[in-house]
């Protein structure tokens, strides 16, 4: 047995030994009986299964998925469509449903993912928040007494006395950036330091990677947040679900997020759901497996590698808010021998040999490892990051904890034998 072999060993035995999966068994238990619970409220049936055509009127089907996510995320309505084609999709539907000419919009988690730059216009672009005279700025986070990553509650409170502001975004996982993820404790904090400034204030929360790591939603009334977005091929699609987004909150937000997705009068009562409502429900009731395994396979990593010496966020003796893994390497050849090593043991393509490529919203090269059954899947294990320093690696997701233990120490053995 070599000194690998010995480590992760030593690994299994601790989690095994201090019962490390306790808490994560929890969680997947609490929200498998709030999800069976809004199977059982809304009758689910075989005959919702059935999809609609054309327009999509009266789509049975597709309005009980609507009425079981909204109970599932504690909130008065919800969108969910395969017509979103991602989760930036689901967003930028948000932004021109909420925003009008003349109106700000507030991000105070920093810049957003770069896949919203040419949508905000932070990159020029004519069919951008910025050509249709919709205002951006931004308040960046910062690290609280605790070292932790929190609001800039004193700039925010400053800025809101002293400008008119619509919207404000939170993004709750940290994208590209070196940050972490928000907890729903720091964002309850924010929102009721907004609300006492300007009830009228609209917070959106940008949920992807989030969903079924708290015991408690955004748009919980003990949080507050409005509105939230997330997608569908990441947590609550539980690796079955092909493609699409939600979109849950306040039902006058909602009826009008639906009508630009569509068109005004018409809103969520069209929208075909062709073969999709299967799928849907069928994603969320696996959703609370498939986030077990993720937090489960990204623990086993960060044991690991911390063992090994590499920094990761969340660190093995954190509480994850979402199913992202952060690993710092500082070199980019271990950088992309890591994702390269979790590409040899996916279920799709794990004879291809990723390597860093230019991306559509991307203004760095970036190495992607997904070798998913659906295309760009996050809630199946993947790995990607931008080859810039400090050179990390963004671990995603896991179907089940065994798949994504193998596909980890797969990745580890190819960096240890480049030492």
């Known amino acids: 047995m070599n000194n690998l072999d010995e480590i992760i060993k030593k690994i299994d035995n601790k989690i095994q030994e201090n019962n490390l999966f306790k808490s994560i068994n929890a969680l997947e238990e609490y929200y498998s009986s709030l999800i069976i619970e809004a199977f059982k409220k809304y009758q689910i049936t075989q005959t919702d299964f059935n999809g609609t055509t054309g327009y999509g009127y009266d789509d049975v089907g597709r309005d009980k998925i609507e009425q079981v996510f909204s109970y599932v995320l504690d909130s008065e309505a919800s969108l969910v469509r395969s017509q979103f084609i991602s989760g930036t999709h689901a967003l930028t539907t948000t932004f021109f449903g909420l925003l009008r000419p003349g109106d700000t919009l507030l991000s105070i988690t920093g810049k957003p993912y770069d896949t919203l730059d040419e949508v905000i216009g932070i990159k020029e672009n004519p069919s951008s928040l910025k050509a ?24 925010i409170k400053t800025y809101l006395k002293n400008n008119k502001v619509k919207v404000i975004e939170i993004q709750r996982s940290r994208g590209y950036s ?7 404790d720091k964002i309850k904090k924010v929102v009721d330091l907004i609300k006492n400034i300007d009830k009228d204030i609209i917070i959106m929360v940008d949920n992807c990677y989030c969903e079924l790591t708290e015991f408690k939603t955004p748009t919980s009334s003990i949080i507050g947040c409005d509105i939230m977005v997330g997608s569908l091929i990441k947590n609550l699609g539980g690796g079955i679900c092909p493609n699409g987004a939600y979109v849950a909150g306040k039902k006058n937000l909602i ?79 271990k950088l992309i021998k890591y994702v390269q090593g979790i590409q040899e043991y996916s279920a ?3 004879y291809y040999e990723p390597i860093p490529s230019d991306m559509p919203g991307y203004s760095d090269k970036i190495i992607m490892a997904s070798g998913s059954f659906t295309q760009g899947s996050s809630i199946e294990i993947s790995c990607d990051g931008p080859i810039r320093p400090p050179y990390i690696a963004y671990q995603q997701g896991s179907l089940t904890y065994s798949y994504g233990r193998l596909a980890v120490i797969n990745a580890v053995r190819k960096i240890e034998n480049e030492r």
């Open 255 to 333: 009826d009008l997020v639906a009508e630009r997705l569509t068109v005004p009068g018409q809103g969520a009562e069209v929208g075909p759901s062709m073969n999709m409502n299967k799928l849907i429900l069928q994603g969320l009731y696996m959703a609370p497996s498939a986030v077990s395994s993720s937090l489960k396979t990204n623990l086993f990593a960060s044991l690991l590698l911390e063992e090994l010496g590499y920094k990761t966020n969340p660190r093995s003796n954190q509480t994850p808010i979402d199913i992202v893994l952060a690993i710092t390497f500082n070199d980019p050849n």
């Open 132 to 155: 249709f005279k919709i205002n951006f700025s931004l308040i960046d986070l910062i690290t609280n007494s605790l070292n932790e990553s929190d609001f800039d509650y004193d700039a």
């Open 178 to 184: 070196t940050r972490e993820a928000i907890s729903l």
């Open 348 to 350: 799709i393509d794990n």
